[in-house]
Structures are given as structure tokens and as C-alpha cells.
């Protein structure tokens, strides 16, 4: 675990950033009091991969078409 001061933290936050990605710990102190973990955000969402609902989905010719049942609650 790596402890550095908030100045330190400032002026190093691209370095501390490498540090936390390679897998090691960082904590923020004020006055050597330890205030705050820098931790890496793990890819929660995965990426959406185009084309991989292709085939699956189909949409009527009718899909646009008024609903009758609806008729009465339309907008003259």
C-alpha cells in the first residue's frame, strides 16, 4: 500500500492513476491521516456488440398500424 499526502496526490495523479491500474493500493492522507482509497472502477458493463440480436427480432409489416381496440381514446 502506497500513502501519499493531498499535495503529492496533486501533483502526481497521472502516476498514482498507472499506479492503482497495475493493481496496487493508493491512499490519500491529510496531515497522515488517511482520508481516501484511489481504486480502480472494474468494467461492470460489458460493451454492446452490434449485429448480435441479428435474426432474432422480428418486427410485422402491421407493426405501425392503429390499434382498434384504442379507437375510442384517440385524439380527434
Same mark, same amino acid.
Given at each position: 500500500?502506497k500513502? %501519499?499526502?493531498?499535495a503529492?496526490?496533486? &501533483?502526481?495523479?497521472?502516476?498514482l492513476? =498507472?499506479t %492503482?491500474? $497495475? ?5 490519500? &492522507? $491529510?496531515? =497522515?491521516v *488517511?482520508?481516501v482509497?484511489?481504486? &480502480?472502477? *472494474?468494467?461492470a458493463? &460489458?460493451? *454492446?456488440r452490434?449485429?448480435c440480436?441479428?435474426g432474432?427480432?422480428? %418486427?410485422?409489416? =402491421?407493426?405501425? =398500424?392503429?390499434?382498434v381496440?384504442?379507437? *375510442?381514446?384517440?385524439?380527434?
Amino acid at each position: 500500500m502506497k500513502q %501519499v499526502n493531498v499535495a503529492e496526490a496533486k &501533483a502526481q495523479l497521472s502516476n498514482l492513476i =498507472d499506479t %492503482v491500474l $497495475r493493481g496496487e493500493e493508493v491512499v490519500i &492522507a $491529510r496531515r =497522515d491521516v *488517511p482520508l481516501v482509497r484511489l481504486t &480502480a472502477i *472494474p468494467d461492470a458493463k &460489458a460493451k *454492446p456488440r452490434f449485429g448480435c440480436l441479428a435474426g432474432k427480432i422480428d %418486427v410485422r409489416d =402491421d407493426f405501425d =398500424d392503429p390499434l382498434v381496440d384504442f379507437e *375510442p381514446y384517440r385524439r380527434q
